[in-house]
């Protein structure tokens, strides 16, 4: 059973990432396009790096992320305390609420950002695009915060209270530092969501910003490129250094609350 079951595993992980080494292999491609690999070259990188135009959106798109996952944390962990403080039955209600982005169609949220930007009269740009990433990530730093709220110990928050610390205090040394895994975690699926996200991003971007999602879809259609190849490969390598960057972080921190 043990050994169908690693076998089942392997043929799930090639599934996932044998499309991914397929695109990275051809980013060295010295053709000109994916039909048959004609020698080693790193010409579709050099011609990238030289796009100054792909290089703006490249660091835009970074950016946003960062900014996005950080005030959707903010708000998140914030939201999430204010949730674990109401009654069960609230807390179900704003949890109901909090969930609707996250199982609402893409193209749905996309749609009523655009729609509400242009009744106000708000210019498609930057900000419009950091507003909706900011509001479809809060949802999952909620998601991610919460259950970490509810599996503390409340003996801990009311021995700090008859200790003679404020809330602020409470919040500073107790909750927050208890919270940190979870923020973190939260951080970073926020900033991998806007990262990748597409379909939100299509709808609210304006003609003087764009995203790395929205770029190479509208290059894709003009025709494969190697040189998509060779983007694609440096995010999904920087996408790799996160996520051990995140494992680092939380093994640290689980080592001090250890």
Known sequence: MKKFANLYLFFVFLVLYLPIVYLIFYSFNNGGDMNGFEGFTL??????????????ILVDTFLLAFLSALIATVIGTFGSIMIYQLRLKHQNRFLSLNNVLMV?????????????????????????????????????????????????????????YDLGATKFQMMKEVM??????????????????????????????GNN????????????????????NALSTIVFLFSILLVIGYYMISQEKGEDHA
């Open 43 to 56: 010409e579709h990188y050099a011609t990238m790096f030289s796009d100054q135009r792909l290089m703006i």
């Open 104 to 160: 609402a169609p893409d193209v749905m949220i996309g749609a009523s950002f655009l729609i509400l930007f242009t009744y106000l009269g708000f210019n498609l740009s930057m900000t419009s695009v950091l507003l909706s990433h900011v509001a479809f990530s809060i949802p999952i730093v909620v998601l991610m915060t919460l259950p970490r709220l509810k599996e503390m110990n409340q003996d801990m928050v009311n021995a700090a």
């Open 176 to 205: 927050f530092p208890y919270l940190t895994p979870a923020i973190i975690a939260g951080y970073f699926m926020a900033f991998t969501y806007s990262l990748d996200d597409f379909a939100v991003t299509f709808f609210v971007t």
């Open 209 to 228: 910003f764009s995203t790395l999602s929205v770029e190479i879809y509208s290059r894709a259609r003009r025709g494969i490129s190697l040189e998509i």
